[in-house]
């Protein structure tokens, strides 16, 4: 049984029956607003780990991966570090009939756009998610990124977005960048790496993490590695759901009054 209790509700909703693709994305509807919004989704097990040998499936279930499609098929654009691109496998975002009246409603393409950060742009540009989308693959880089593989990225059919002076990609500018091309309900999907950078500029506006009750050991990256934050940001718990132990929470950034 799937179990929503909303935090100015303390009722739990969806009892006795499966939440519905249509109540899931009306439960994690981006708010209105002329600005970007920046969402991530992560997993993580008790005891703090976001992958097992490497990837996030393992310590995932069946509803997770409803939630993860459910926040797809509400966002612009799907954004993703490299590393994250190579592990998972990523192939191109496919349109989804359960979200079509939505998305056209909302003024979306059929798919939401994928963005690949990489500073190095050591991707492999054969790849289907950059020859044959149902919508052009971004390539998030820095203006000193390798000339030769910029050029291989435009040739594969990828767009290339500049959003750093260096070899690096800034990532408050990567969100102004992709914002300024109507792509404003922005996911990241991580990896913790990415996820980390986002944090430490202060620029990620919601995370949809889910716990799952398993516990691994090792020595499993966190859901965001890097620099520590001067001071850590507050967040406030916006909704939970629950399903045979697993929670999927939604956290909003307790944003200051002089914002």
């Known amino acids: 049984m799937r179990r929503l209790f909303p935090v100015t509700d303390p009722t739990p909703a969806g009892e006795g029956g499966e939440w ?28 703090g780990a976001a992958q097992h040998d490497g990837r996030s499936q393992p310590i ?9 499609g459910t926040l797809r098929g509400l966002a612009d654009v799907v954004v993703a570090g490299a590393e994250t691109v190579r592990m998972e496998g990523y192939r191109p975002a496919r349109a989804r009939d359960a979200f079509a009246r939505r998305r056209a409603a909302a003024g979306q393409g059929p798919a939401p756009v994928i963005a690949v950060v990489s500073g190095s742009l050591d991707l492999d540009f054969s790849l289907p998610l950059f020859v044959s989308p149902l919508v052009p693959t971004l390539v998030v880089t820095g203006a000193g990124a390798p000339p030769g593989r910029i050029e291989a990225a435009r040739t594969a059919g990828a767009e290339v977005v500049i959003a750093g002076e260096g070899s690096r990609v800034d990532p408050a500018r990567a969100v102004r960048e992709l914002a ?3 792509l404003k309900r922005q996911l990241t999907e991580g990896g913790p790496r990415l996820l980390g950078q986002f944090v430490a500029a202060g620029v990620l506006d919601e995370i949809c993490l889910t716990l799952s009750p398993m516990l691994t050991a090792g020595d499993a990256q966190r859901i965001a590695g890097g620099p520590s934050v001067e001071v850590p940001e507050r967040f406030a718990l916006a ?3 629950e399903e045979e132990g697993f929670l999927f929470t939604r956290y909003r950034r307790i944003r200051q009054s002089a914002e």
């Open 20 to 47: 519905s693709l249509d109540e899931l994305a009306d439960a994690y509807a981006y708010p209105a607003g002329d600005g970007p919004w920046l969402r991530a989704n992560m997993v993580s097990t008790l005891d």
């Open 180 to 182: 300024d091309r109507g």
């Open 60 to 68: 995932s279930c069946d509803t997770d991966m409803r939630i993860f």
């Open 239 to 241: 909704s939970m759901l």
